[in-house]
């Protein structure tokens, strides 16, 4: 198999054949699907691309991805619901049946998830209404604004009770979202806060993971670290993790060095992902590593920027992590497909929805919850660290 002329994406085209065959009953019910490096391998494309397809079978309930075993093809009535992410969902992860009145129900909109950062968010909330009998509406916004306020107003118009929102890109000023504020309607932001809203928030400490991620690189000896991201565009989480890799700078009397910084990677950002925009990020970061030949470390502000780093560091001939070293944000289970094993900072997704569905249900009842909740991610060594070359 290889590379398509036709227009449409090849992530699209994988999930296209994929699930021909498993409607087809090719794959049965239970039966192991292909790995994303199984994928790759046999599209000719990247892993991140085939990540992407394996992702939309999951979303479309046509494949459960069970942590250490792989992705099998889903029972719709049994797997799904054991795998912890009970949502209703139509075609558009939107509620396709009226919503029971006689039990709480909370909207969760949510720009995409993934096996890398997402599901566990889904996951935590799912055990919390359960424990709390209550209901879960998914819609997915895929990081487009527009999306994000029809959803908003869409779910509302079900009559949902409360509302828990992952925000689009955070250069984008939701009316919608103001208006829930104003109107005191019960409201939990995910993964970032939105500045000068007073809404409730609950999200990782990125300030303090960077700076630790950080740290780990400086106590290998490394001391040209090149910072990998998409534009900020004033996404809280990305600015706290930048700020948090310049403090580890200033604390440790290390000049930082922005020249070697690269924070133009739009290829991961909803609506760019394309193997084009892949190519063009990876040739990117080829030339700035061939152009840059003190860089000993990658700090990569997420997983899927961390596998353009690591094709772009095998790309110039260098080796991981005895010649470059790379650190990431969230990194899938290696036994589930052979994955590589990024050291990276984990966040504590389950628990950050956990405390999303309950601070939401504690609004409900008429109780104060704390503006801001930030909780502590994880330092997990992989083989992609090492110490620096003197």
């Given at each position: ?10 992530y ?11 409607v ?7 039966e ?9 391998d046999?599209y ?8 992407k ?30 795998s912890?992410?009970n ?7 939107y509620?396709?049946n ?10 969760l ?33 895929f ?16 009559g ?12 984008y ?12 309607f ?7 806060h ?51 890799f ?12 922005k ?12 609506n760019?992902?394309n ?13 700035h590593?061939k ?15 961390a ?56 609004i ?27």
């Open positions: 198999m290889s590379e398509t002329t036709s227009s449409k994406p090849m699209e085209k994988i999930f296209d054949e994929l699930k021909q065959r498993i087809t009953k090719d794959y049965q019910l239970g192991r699907v292909p790995s994303e490096k199984e994928l790759a046999a000719s494309v990247s892993r991140i691309t085939s990540k397809a394996l992702e939309m079978l999951a979303a479309e309930q046509l494949i459960i991805r069970k942590p250490g075993r792989g992705s099998f093809v889903a029972d719709p009535v049994i797997d799904y619901l054991e912890g992410a949502v209703a969902a139509g075609s558009e992860g509620a396709s009226a919503i029971n009145h006689d039990e709480k129900t909370i909207g909109i949510i720009t995409d998830f993934g096996n890398s950062y997402g599901t566990g968010l889904i996951y935590g909330m799912e055990q919390a209404a359960r424990d709390n009998d209550c209901f879960l509406v998914l819609r997915r916004t990081g487009n604004p527009d999306n994000e306020e029809q959803s908003i107003q869409k779910l509302l118009n079900l949902v009770d409360g509302l828990i929102v992952f925000p689009a890109q955070g250069e000023f939701s009316a919608e979202i103001l208006k829930l504020v104003i109107g005191k019960p409201l939990v932001l995910v993964d970032r939105l500045k000068g809203v007073a809404a409730a928030s609950i999200s990782t400490d990125n300030m303090q993971a960077a700076l630790k991620g950080t740290e780990y690189l400086f106590d290998l000896g490394h001391k040209h670290i090149s910072f990998l991201s998409p534009p900020p565009v004033d996404t809280t989480a990305v600015e706290d993790r930048i700020e948090g310049i403090q580890a700078h200033a604390q440790r009397g290390i000049v930082v060095d020249g070697l910084w690269v924070s133009d990677l739009t290829s991961t950002l909803p760019s992902f193997e084009e925009n892949i190519e063009r990020d990876i040739s990117r970061l080829v030339s590593l152009n840059n030949p003190a860089i000993t470390a990658l700090f990569a502000i997420e997983y899927n920027i596998l353009l780093a690591k094709t772009a560091v095998e790309r110039v001939g260098l080796r991981i992590p005895e010649d470059i070293s790379i650190i990431c944000f969230d990194s899938p289970p290696t036994h589930l497909g052979g994955g590589y094993s990024f050291t990276h900072m984990q966040q504590n997704e389950e628990e950050m929805g956990r405390i999303a569905v309950e601070n939401v249900l504690s409900m009842g008429g109780h104060t919850v704390p503006n801001k909740v930030m909780l502590e991610a994880r330092l997990i060594p992989g083989e992609s660290t090492g110490s620096a070359k003197l």
